[in-house]
């Protein structure tokens, strides 16, 4: 088994009075796709928010335990938010392409931390284009506005956005939600190619997903980790009875 | 009293609003056509290019054009910093608390304070005590005080219309809070905020009593921001309430609603564009 | 290098916002340093209810005044009031998307024009029709109300049109639902549902209509009597302040600071009652 690049150390996580995540305890190795599932309101969004801190970005939060990347707790003083959050990237759930052009979206993350005046490679551009499998389709068009694309180009834009900050982590929070099986497939394909460069944490939006690209899986309810394992074992057999509702469709 | 059928009450309110409604916009018209209509006979490249003599009754409207432009780019370049500033410190650096509603508080109150105290105010503390006398920079730091509670207004609204999850993104990605508001913010509130300073415009040029005050009512070319120069509206004002001569009254008039028209024409389209694209 | 710069943008943030207190604070302190002394010396009582202004004799009554801003504020709000609501219903609810498009510019346009303009028109043309319909010397209480009505349109429109549209959807479509015709509609549902923000937008109107200067100025006549009729000319407190403000020296000057803290706080008054009741309705 490869090294853990996540440790997650008994995390609690309150919304002002509200509980999400309870004492949840979690290693995710390197170079997987790791799958999250879980019906609504399980704290699976709240999770992956925690892991590059944007929860910190909601007022009245509150964070207890340790969330370590190798082996360095992200939330200790030393650490640098924005060099965290360009280690660990995030895909949200609807396609949030920002209102300029195609290359600038792409390019956003890379003007932050280069100096003035130095032009921004096209190449990187185009890696991580490439890297998302949106390349063919947008490389006549670079300047045009990113919101002229379809939602599934877009969500696979905003996953090129983040892949070319060339981060360690990336998290997608149902980032296939709503969009259209080719685009989904598309996403699909990219991730498994991904894993060899980066560890991959995805909320799938349904269980098929996850069985189709997961390497490992955990179920979530109600804030607590009921099950973790290895795709197979999870799926075939589920150790714990929720789960197995669960993934039947029992609930959910 | 006698009660009505609920339709034929329906039919008569509507009657009545339409025939207000419709009244109100007639009158708007009739006043700018009254104005217009003896006014643009005067307007010539003449009257907008020459200097007045004889305190206005001969020549044409030159200083005072001058004496708007300084006195609102002044005005306007004084407030800008602090009114968008005030707006971003509102909108994106700080919770709901004691020291933003006093703020609030106070943004409302300049906001209904009648020009003439600012008059008052501008007249005692940039004329008198800090004495740069009547002038273009005395007025001008009076308008922009006046001004203030607009551009806060609008820049914030602006500021508060851009989507959450734009910051979000940008915060996702490693910028700060600082490369946020430049990269992400700004561009897609810079509409609302430039609609805020054109209105911020229109209210200077169309000012009078606060300017009167403070910049005072010199007919003669300025040198400096130091000098004493009256608007194009303290003219109109001295032309007819001095009865100096009411032809240039009228063209003088014509040249501020034109001026204004376009203003409002400009933010308006402004608005419209604005409001298309955050949709 | 970075963290500095963050922390700099926003210390320099919080001091810009710091801006409108100061100003409201300098505006206070000047406006009431300037003015309090001859209040202290003619008495306060003497001062607001004073018949006669006469500076150079040392007579310094605004009572006149006070009751010329009342009246002509009065009258504008009459006039406006109503006006103004219908408008406001009318932009909200009657109006064609086209039409709409067209008057909210329109309303625009009429806060923009200046008010010497708005004056201007009345001297010319209100003033000699009251003067040959109705008697009088045409410059009245009557010709300020009306212009001051036109020109108090457009805060009344705009906050009560807001107020108006932000009301929920179900509001209109349960109350359509229940058989209701859209005019009882707007008169038992919408109208009540809207009216903190109403009466936020009829207070601040009210508030222009006490400030306005020039104006009332040109149209009032700005004899220092108490009126007897809408036909009679009177002088506002801003009036006051208006045409003796360019010659005033000493004393005189100071009691036109002091006229200034009457109207000062009659506005504050006005604004706070505004804020107030807008607060309420948004809890």
């Known amino acids: 088994m490869n090294r853990n690049k996540i440790i997650i150390k008994d995390l609690n996580f309150y919304y002002d009075d509200k509980q999400a995540i309870r004492d949840l305890r979690l290693n995710i190795p390197a170079n997987e796709v790791f799958s999250v599932i879980g019906p609504a309101n399980s704290g699976i969004t709240t999770l992956l928010r925690t892991l ?154 349904n269980t098929q997903q996850a069985a189709r690209i997961s390497d490992r899986v955990a179920f979530m309810l109600d804030g607590r980790l009921i099950e973790e394992g290895a795709n197979i074992e999870v799926f075939s057999s589920p150790k714990d009875k929720r789960t197995s509702d669960y993934i039947t469709g029992r609930f959910g | 009293m006698i009660k009505l059928n609920p339709h034929t009450a329906e039919k008569l309110a509507k009657g009545v609003i339409w025939t207000v409604a419709l009244m109100v916009i007639a009158v708007l018209i009739f006043i700018i056509v ?202 109109f004002y001295q032309l007819v309430i001095e009865g100096i001569s009411m032809t240039n009254a009228y063209g003088t008039a014509a040249v501020l609603i034109i001026l204004v028209f376009f203003i409002n024409v400009v933010a308006n389209m402004l608005i419209n564009r604005f409001v298309a694209k955050g949709r | 290098m970075k963290k500095f710069k963050e922390k700099l943008s926003g210390r320099i943030f919080f001091i810009l916002a710091l801006s409108t207190i100061s100003a409201l604070v300098l505006i206070t302190i000047f406006i009431f340093v300037e003015g309090m002394p001859l209040i202290a010396e003619v008495g306060l009582f003497n001062f607001i209810f004073g018949m006669v202004w006469s500076p150079s004799q040392g007579h310094f009554g605004i009572f006149p005044m006070i009751v010329g801003t009342v009246s002509v504020t009065f009258g504008a709000a009459l006039i406006g009031i109503p006006v103004g609501i219908c408008c406001s219903i009318f932009m909200a609810e009657f109006a064609p998307a086209r039409m709409r498009s067209i008057f909210r510019p329109a309303i625009q346009l009429l806060a923009g024009i200046p008010s010497v ?102 149209v009032l006549g700005n004899a220092v009597a108490l009126p007897e009729s809408i036909l009679d000319p009177v002088r506002t407190l801003t009036t006051n302040i208006g045409i003796e403000m360019g010659y005033a020296a000493g004393k005189h000057q100071q009691a036109l600071f002091a006229t200034g803290i009457v109207l000062f706080i009659l506005i504050m008054i006005l604004n706070i009652t505004a804020q107030i009741i807008t607060r309420r309705k948004s809890k």
Not at chain 1, 129 to 145: F, G, H, M, N, T
Not at chain 1, 178 to 205: C, F, M, N, R, Y
Not at chain 2, 100 to 123: H, K
């Open chain 2, 34 to 235: 009254f104005i217009l209509y003896r006014g643009l006979s005067v307007i010539n490249w003449e009257f907008l290019t020459r200097i007045p003599r004889r305190s206005g009754r001969e020549g044409g409207i030159l200083t005072p054009i001058i004496g708007t432009l300084s006195v609102t780019l002044l005005a306007i370049l004084i407030a800008m910093p602090f009114g968008i500033g005030t707006a971003f410190y509102l909108a994106e650096y700080t919770k709901d608390g004691i020291l933003t509603r006093i703020i609030r508080f106070c943004t409302e109150s300049l906001a209904g304070i009648p020009s003439i105290i600012y008059g008052l105010f501008g007249f005692i503390f940039f004329v008198q005590i800090l004495d740069l006398k009547w002038s273009i920079l005395s007025g001008g730091l009076t308008l922009a005080i006046m001004v203030l509670p607009t551009l806060i207004r609008t820049s914030e609204e602006a500021i508060r219309a851009v989507p959450k999850t734009y910051r979000e993104v940008s915060f996702s990605l490693g910028g700060t809070k600082w490369q946020t508001i430049r990269k992400a913010v700004v561009p897609s509130a810079i509409r609302g905020i430039v609609n805020g300073l054109i209105l911020s415009v229109g209210r200077c040029v169309a000012e009078t009593a606060a300017v009167i005050l403070t910049a005072g009512v010199s007919l003669s070319m300025p040198k400096s921001v130091l000098d004493s120069s009256r608007t194009m509206a303290v003219h």
């Open chain 3, 117 to 218: 303009v708005y004056g201007f028109w009345g001297l010319i043309y209100i003033v000699p029709i009251i003067r040959d319909r109705l008697g009088g010397p045409g410059l009245s209480v009557l010709a300020g109300s009306v212009i001051l009505a036109i020109m108090i349109l457009p805060t009344i429109i705009s906050i009560s049109e807001v107020s108006i549209m932000a009301l929920p959807r179900h509001y209109k479509e349960g109350a359509l639902a229940l058989g209701m015709t859209h005019w009882q509609t707007i008169w038992r549902v919408q109208l009540p549902a809207a009216k903190s923000g109403i009466v936020a937008g009829v207070i601040l109107g009210i508030g222009r209509a006490v400030g306005e200067t020039m104006v009332v100025i040109m």
């Open chain 1, 52 to 205: 590059n801190r944007l929860c910190d970005l909601t007022p009245g939060t509150r964070i207890e335990g340790e969330i370590l990347l190798d082996n360095k707790n992200i939330y200790s003083e030393e650490i640098s938010i924005t060099e965290l959050r360009r280690r660990v990237g995030f895909v949200f759930d609807v396609p949030t392409p920002l209102p300029m052009s195609i290359f600038d979206n792409v390019a956003y993350g890379l003007r932050l931390v280069r100096r003035k005046n130095k032009k921004t490679p096209l190449e990187s551009v185009e890696t991580a284009l490439r890297q998302a499998a949106l390349w063919d389709e947008v490389k006549e068009r670079l300047k045009s506005p990113a919101m002229s694309l379809s939602g599934g180009q877009q969500q696979r834009l905003c996953l090129a956005r983040v892949l070319a900050l060339e981060p360690e982590v990336v998290l997608l929070d149902r980032p296939c939600s709503g969009l259209d099986p080719i685009s989904t497939a598309k996403i699909e394909e990219s991730l498994t190619e991904l894993k060899k460069q980066v560890t991959i944490i995805i909320s799938p939006h």
